[in-house]
T-cell receptor, first 113, second 110 residues
């Protein structure tokens, strides 16, 4: 009963390094999302994928790219990490449509030094 | 775009009732959702109001008034474990993704 699984849980990067955050869900959900959460702030949408094969920008897409590899997996890539990207990243998924119940992974705590 | 406003912090005592308000501005949305997040944890879904009125789920109730662009989460019989952050969120009709408020940190005291 895994739900949404994110890897890694923690990561430290040097400025300019690249990395990919992985996310997989086993609930057969159509929609998947990437959010970032900074202290004292809500979750801000980076990118989302309403269905397999589609991706769209959210509120804060700059510096990120995504891939919807298949229905289960949605990855987030930082091509050249910056200290401003230090944050907690959450992947989420939901059934497509008006159902707004989203299921979240446990988060990736990323520090860029 | 959308914006949602919530109080940043609320404090209450165990056994009491607390109301967390959310006002929003949006061009179009399907309904208002509430999520709970404990420190270090992931957000979890609490409730969803598609229509005006009150929805009750155990000790938690949520209310929506579209005409007032306002909603609230009501927590009754507060327990220590209710200490967490609570976020309101809307599903935008255009983007089809959740937009979250900045969250209300609830501290329940003995």
């Amino acid at each position: 009963n895994a739900g949404v699984t994110q890897t890694p849980k923690f990561q430290v990067l040097k400025t300019g390094q690249s990395m990919t955050l992985q996310c997989a869900q086993d609930m057969n959900h159509n929609s998947m999302y990437w959010y970032r959460q900074d202290p004292g702030m809500g979750l801000r949408l980076i990118y989302y994928s309403a269905s397999e094969g589609t991706t769209d920008k959210g509120e804060v897409p700059n510096g990120y790219n995504v891939s919807r590899l298949n229905k289960r997996e949605f990855s987030l890539r930082l091509e050249s990490a910056a200290p401003s990207q230090t944050s907690v990243y959450f992947c989420a998924s939901s059934v497509q449509g008006l159902n707004t119940e989203a299921f979240f992974g446990q988060g990736t705590r990323l520090t860029v030094v | 775009g959308q914006s949602l406003e919530q109080p940043s912090e609320v404090t209450a005592v165990e056994g009491a009732i607390v109301q967390i308000n959310c006002t929003y501005q949006t061009s179009g949305f399907y309904g208002l959702s509430w999520y709970q997040q404990h420190d270090g944890g992931a957000p979890t879904f609490l409730s969803y109001n598609a229509l005006d009125g009150l929805e009750e789920t155990g000790r938690f109730s949520s209310f929506l008034s579209r005409s007032d662009s306002y909603g609230y989460l009501l927590l009754q019989e507060l327990q220590m474990k209710d200490s967490a952050s609570y976020f309101c969120a809307v599903m935008d009709t255009g983007r089809r993704a959740l937009t979250f408020g900045s969250g209300t940190r609830l501290q329940v005291q003995p």
